[in-house]
Structure formats: C-alpha cells, structure tokens
C-alpha cells in the first residue's frame, strides 16, 4: 500500500519544487534590465486598483457554508465508490437516498435565494 | 529505514508548518500554514497505512475546515490589512501554558495510557470494506448522517442569512 503511495509523495515532491527550480532557472538565465514601469503591479495587463487587501463580502460565507455540506457528503461518497463492484442494487438504492436528502438541502438553499449573488 | 527517514521529513514540515501558524505576523499567512500541516498530518495517517482517515482528514481539515478559517479571515474587517498581528502581551504566558499543557498530554498519552495492540496486519482493503459497512451494517446510521447534514445546512442558512429577501 506505501508503494502505491510513494508515487503519490514522489508527485507532490516534484510539484512543490517545480516551481522554485524554474523560477530559479528564470533568474540564471534572463537579462536584468528593470525600470519603474516594468517594476509596477499589474493585473491582466491592467494597473490594480484599490488596495490588496479588502474585506470580503459576508454573501461568500454562505457558499462555503454549502460547500461544506456537500464536502462532506464526499467522506461517505468514497468508501462506497471503492466498494461499488461489489455491491448489489440496495446499495444504489441506499446511497441515492442518502444522495436525494442532501439534494433537499441544496433545493432548500436554491430556493431561499442563497445561491444568488445580490 | 527509508520509512525512518520520510517520517521524518514528514514531522519536520507538519511541526514546522505549525510553528508557523503560531509565530507569523500575518494572520492571512498563518492560515495557509495551517493547511500545510493539515497536508503534513494527513501524510502521516497515510505512513500509518490509515488511509481513509488520510483522505478524510484532507476532505474535510483541508477542504472544509481550511475554507472555513480563510473565509472568516478574508470576511473580518481589519484582519486583511496584513498589519494587524494577532498577538499580544499575554503571548509569552499562553505560549508557557501551552508547552506545559502539551508536554503533561504527550507523557499521560505516550506512559500512562494502556493503548489496545492487536497482532494482525493491517488488511489491503480498509477502504473497501468500510464502504460495505456503510450500506450494510451501519446503514441507519449512514442515513442518520444524511439528515444531519440536511439539519446542519438548513441551520447555517437560517443564521448566516443576512435577512428576509
């Protein structure tokens, strides 16, 4: 079972480094020219406007509140998946349930109107 | 001996990044340390050969609870301004009364608890056979869960909701 896991640090290992090696590579290679307009912040090709760091809108609380939920019903959702061959037309029959209550719960949110951005 | 090594490492960056989640002055950046430990425990379980609660623990710390934390960061005024550090003059007395708290739970957990061993290995198939569990003989509980979490959204919207519409 590590093994198989190995591949997996292998891949986050080579991920995480990635980035650095190739900015690092960037730096070795690239002329040094800079000047005040190449230094300014951008964003899309566009100066930014207003300041960085903002307070966000309450409103996005409540996405993550949904994501939650349904971030959850995942754990349960995995097992099963795993387990799926093997099992028989009940455990559909268990799982759509489990599946069409929290579809309930989405219903609920959509129609008190939290899923809209005001 | 590799395993040694990779624990190790592993420790390293999990302590690490929650040293700091502690000592950072932004809170912003200690938040994202957090979900770097988060990752480095769920490496651990995975060293542990506990693989569902690897996954479970990157689902829901890293998915879910991470979220939460940066949502409420990003959402409290004066915390983004970056400059606001979370600590204050009581730092040093709660930092003493942490070490203190943590090192009597390591030696009461690691000396005095008589942890069950059970002398198998454990089997290739956890997951597979937890998912079975799930609709067979945990079934009403499986579905108890469902309606939780139905009750746990219903709740949150009720709260979280600004006002009538």
């Not at chain 1, 099992?87 to 809209?116: C, D, P």
């Not at chain 2, 690490?16 to 200690?30: C, I, P, W």
């Not at chain 2, 995975?46 to 959402?75: D, K, N, S």
Request: glycine share 6%.
């Amino acid at each position: 079972m590590l093994n198989t896991y190995a591949v997996i640090g292998l891949y986050a290992l080579v991920a995480l480094t990635f980035p650095f090696i190739v900015l690092l590579f960037a730096r070795l290679v690239r002329p040094s020219k800079p000047n005040p307009l190449k230094n300014s912040t951008y964003e899309c090709g566009m100066e930014t406007i207003g300041d960085t760091w903002v307070q966000f809108r309450a409103q996005y609380y409540l996405f993550a509140l949904v994501f939650v939920v349904f971030d959850v019903e995942v754990v349960f959702l995995y097992p099963w998946a795993v387990a799926y061959g093997k099992l028989g037309l009940f455990a559909l029959v268990e799982m759509a349930l489990f599946i069409g209550l929290l579809a309930v719960a989405l219903v609920y949110a959509w129609r008190k109107g939290i899923l809209e951005w005001q | 001996m590799i395993l040694k090594v990779v624990f190790l490492l592993v420790s390293l960056f999990t302590v690490g990044s929650a040293l700091m989640v502690v000592t950072h002055k932004n809170l912003f950046s200690s938040a994202l340390f957090l979900v770097a430990s988060f990752f480095g425990v769920a490496a651990l379980y995975v060293l542990l050969e506990a693989e569902f609660l690897a996954v479970a623990q990157v689902l829901i710390y890293v998915g879910a609870i991470a979220t939460l934390i940066i949502f409420a960061i990003m959402l409290t005024r004066g915390m983004m301004s970056g400059r606001t550090s979370p600590r204050n003059d009581q730092a040093a007395w709660a930092g003493l009364a942490s070490v203190v708290l943590g090192l009597v739970l390591l030696y009461v957990v690691v000396f005095r608890v008589q942890w069950p061993v059970v002398e198998k290995p454990v089997p290739p198939d956890t997951i597979e056979q937890l998912g079975r569990a799930l609709v067979g003989r945990y079934v009403v509980p499986f579905e108890v869960a469902s309606v939780l979490l139905l009750a746990a959204l219903v709740g949150a919207v009720l709260i979280a909701r600004e006002k009538e519409v």
